[in-house]
């Protein structure tokens, strides 16, 4: 027992180290300055709202380019949202942007949105973003850069989560020390047809060679399943050296639970081998261990290691403030992680979007009648 305990912690060390150097790596890349300015639509599938809403939107208006349009995306004419979309649209006459009202359906309803938002894009460049990212000025000029890369297919980008709450700040440093590491390491392991739904940036002539988002009406990771027609292609899939924001909700500490578990049992759709070897990049775990075994200097060595990759991510990459307490608390996510990994080995039920939805082993949405409602 104690040599496996050594060769799992090795592995996790060996995991950190790798991200630490992909990390350096990431912020060596220069900002490419494109050589056209290609006209750009942007596609914004919108659904309540969010945390900082006209905030997110608002930086949308305000871009450094000199021809783009905005495309806003409702499956209701009643959401919540389009009082605040319609401010914004009376308060920059000057930029085109228009409020869409979608009646295509599909299991998927951001899909659905997006499949009508396409259809009336007047642009040869599409960019995809949720309704809660909010972008840097350059946004649009350093994703056309990254699309003017022989190959590329789809640019996308890192994001950093700003949390309210104590279970928001789980939510954000989970994503700052656990998931944007492992997206840059992902690569260096031969896996890089996945895309990150906060960005994705793409020519509508590819859209349409991979069969348009009609194509992925049914899967739940909407983002991951456009990346690997992408690849499919034969086009890569990049990532631009630049990074958004998502506004995370104040949400209890059940709803950040259901948002992670959902998440797991997403990833492990996509990819399950992918999904069970994530132990091995579990190092708060495997610090635990060796200290049960009594290899303390081990542990604290490993424990560094760990606390080192995830300040440099959050914020040489990220540029996301993480003081002492957060960096006491990112051993106790880790191993909130584990607790949601272990939920997400089994179950195809997910709670999105206030519906439970059940998803098949290959990430399609299943068609059941049962697709109710839950509780917000």
């Known amino acids: 027992m104690t040599l496996l305990v050594a060769c799992l912690a090795a592995a996790a060390a060996a995991y950190q180290f790798l991200a630490w150097l992909a990390v350096l790596a990431f912020l060596r890349r220069p900002a490419a300055i494109p050589r056209e300015l290609p006209r750009v639509s942007i596609l914004k599938p919108v659904y309540g709202l969010d945390p900082h809403f006209y905030e997110a939107v608002e930086s949308h208006a305000i871009l450094d380019y000199p021809d783009y349009e905005i495309l806003f995306g409702l499956s209701d004419p009643a959401d919540p949202a389009r009082p605040l979309l319609e401010k914004l649209c009376a308060a920059y006459p000057h930029r085109p942007m228009r409020i869409i009202v979608a009646s295509h359906r599909a299991p998927n309803p951001k899909v659905g949105v997006l499949i009508e938002l396409a259809r009336q894009a007047r642009h040869p460049v599409l960019v995809v973003n949720d309704s809660d990212i909010a972008v840097p000025r350059d946004y649009l000029r350093r994703l056309v850069a990254a699309l003017e890369e022989p190959g590329v297919g789809l640019a996308t980008c890192l994001y950093r989560g700003e949390g309210q709450g104590l279970a928001g700040r789980f939510e954000a440093l989970a994503i700052a020390t656990d998931f944007v590491p492992g997206v840059l390491v992902a690569p260096r392991l031969g896996v890089s047809e996945f895309a ?30 456009l990346g690997r027609r992408m690849r499919a292609l034969g086009l890569r899939v990049t990532m631009a050296p630049l990074v958004v924001v998502t506004f995370l909700p104040n949400k209890g500490w059940r709803q950040a639970w259901q948002h992670q578990v959902r998440w797991a049992r997403t990833v492990r759709a996509c990819r399950r081998g992918g999904y069970l070897g994530m132990p091995v990049t579990w190092a708060t775990l495997w610090v635990a261990a060796l200290a049960a075994c009594g290899w303390s200097l081990a542990a604290l060595g490993l424990l560094a290691l760990r606390l080192m990759t995830a300040f440099t991510v ?63």
Do not use: N
């Open 314 to 376: 959050a914020s040489r990459v990220l540029r996301m403030p993480l003081g002492v307490p957060d960096l006491v608390l990112v051993p106790l996510r880790d191993l909130w992680g584990v607790a949601i990994w272990i939920a997400g080995l089994t179950g195809r039920r997910v709670t999105w979007r206030g519906r439970s939805l059940k998803i098949a082993p290959d990430g399609r949405i299943r068609h059941t009648p049962d697709l109710a409602p839950v509780d917000q």
């Open 196 to 225: 990150l739904g906060a960005t994705m940036a793409f020519r509508a002539t590819d859209l349409a060679r991979a069969g348009g988002f009609e194509a992925i009406a049914d899967y739940l990771a909407d983002d991951y399943q």
